[in-house]
């Protein structure tokens, strides 16, 4: 199922500097998206969402952004601190008539952030 | 902050044994949903449920599994024969009104032998 992209497995930033986590998707009936942040040995957790209604959203040092044309959003940590220091998965919800809204996720990209 | 809560962490069976998975959703949520992540490959939806009933299932999910919610707090993943293929962490989540997300469990490491 490559209906979710996250084409880097893994990303090093500096503490302070900007993330950028990218996610590319191919189903046109995705109509929300979402990221989740996981520690070894816990479930994901929620991050940050966004309606395909919108282009932006933002919370704190997070922001997701969505590009509906080229089916691709993307995560802005700014600043980046140590503690963020995990995986990040994306994941996106079928709009379909039957769908009760399960989530499709990516692979997942590694998050490293050095002091 | 309420959460999602599962256990056992850890279950270790025997190959051919029957399982249950348990989890306790948050508690005015509404649907509920499994999800399984074998190791090194991504993390995929296996059923959904809502009103008492599957509203979705994904094509792992076969006559192996079950998903009840005995009461008004438990919500259980049982596989009936496990296979060696089986072996997963296996996440549980909820959510509550459509346009929220869902909130996950640590999940159940569950390794067949």
């Known amino acids: 199922d490559q209906q979710v992209k996250q084409n880097s497995p893994s990303l090093s930033v500096q503490e302070g500097r900007i993330s950028i986590l990218n996610c590319d998707y191919t189903?046109?009936?995705?109509?929300?998206f979402l990221w989740y942040k996981k520690y070894p040995a816990e479930g994901p957790t929620f991050l940050i969402s966004i309606s395909s209604i919108k282009d932006k959203n933002e919370d704190g040092r997070f922001t997701v952004f969505l590009n509906k044309s080229a089916k691709h959003l993307s995560l802005h940590i700014v600043p980046s601190q140590p503690g963020d220091s995990a995986v990040y998965f994306c994941a996106a919800r079928n709009a379909g008539g039957t769908s009760y809204g399960k989530l499709t996720f990516g692979q997942g990209t590694i998050l490293t952030v050095h002091p | 902050e309420p959460e999602v809560t599962q256990t056992p962490s850890h279950q270790v069976t025997q190959m051919g044994q029957e399982v249950i998975l348990r989890c306790v959703p948050i508690s005015n949520h509404l649907y509920f949903y499994w999800y399984r992540q074998i190791l090194g490959q991504k993390v995929e939806f296996l059923v959904s449920f809502y009103n008492n009933e599957i509203s979705e299932k994904s094509e792992i999910f076969d006559d192996q599994f079950s998903v009840e919610r005995p009461d008004g707090s438990n919500f259980t993943l049982k596989i009936r024969s496990t296979k060696l293929e089986d072996s997963a962490m296996y996440f549980c989540a909820s959510r509550g009104t459509y346009n929220q997300p869902q909130h996950f469990g640590d999940g159940t490491r569950l390794s067949i032998l």
């Open positions: 189903n046109s009936m995705f109509d929300y």
